[in-house]
């Protein structure tokens, strides 16, 4: 008799805030939101002085986009539950390495190179194995880094090999 009331009880789903899901949104939400509140205290820089947008205008909408995409996330994982697992997999750690890499490099060589490599080593670790589409992220990713911040922000990239030939001509 002990067993079948048990039994009942596991099978009974719990309520939506005490899911892993809903903890890691209402998270990320959180924090989010109090960051999006703070950015409403930034200083308006003056129209001589600005370089593109305001200064407060990237981040809200960075944090918008933050938000968007963790509510799509969190609405898809009512669709196809999280899978529970014991250990992380080894293109995650590859990963971390590969941030790592990406500061070393763009620190030291090229902040474009770097872009160029990280966006290769991620997508072959996540299981990308033709070259083609390789080279292709490689080249097309950093470009569109590179315009985003350079037209639409009005922010230039720190000095390298190849920002440095850009910045010359």
């Not at 083609?132 to 639409?152: A, C, H, R």
């Amino acid at each position: 008799m002990n067993n079948v009331q048990k039994q009942k009880r596991a099978n009974k789903s719990l309520p939506f805030f005490f899911k892993d899901e809903f903890k890691v949104f209402f998270i990320i939400i959180s924090i989010s939101i109090i960051l999006l509140i703070s950015t409403f205290t930034f200083d308006i820089v003056p129209p001589i002085l600005n370089r593109g947008i305001q200064p407060a205008t990237f981040p809200k909408g960075l944090l918008v986009l933050i938000i968007i995409l963790i509510s799509i996330v969190y609405y898809l994982s009512f669709k196809k539950p999280w899978e529970i697992k014991k250990k992380l997999p080894k293109s995650f750690f590859l990963t971390i390495i590969g941030f790592i890499l990406f500061a070393i490099i763009s620190k030291t060589l090229d902040f474009f190179l770097a872009i160029s490599i990280l966006s290769i080593f991620v997508s072959f670790c996540w299981g990308e194995k033709r070259i083609f589409y390789l080279v292709l992220v490689s080249i097309i990713f950093p470009i569109i880094v590179f315009i985003f911040f350079e037209t639409i922000l009005g922010l230039r990239f720190p000095p390298g090999i190849i920002t440095n030939i850009y910045y010359q001509v």
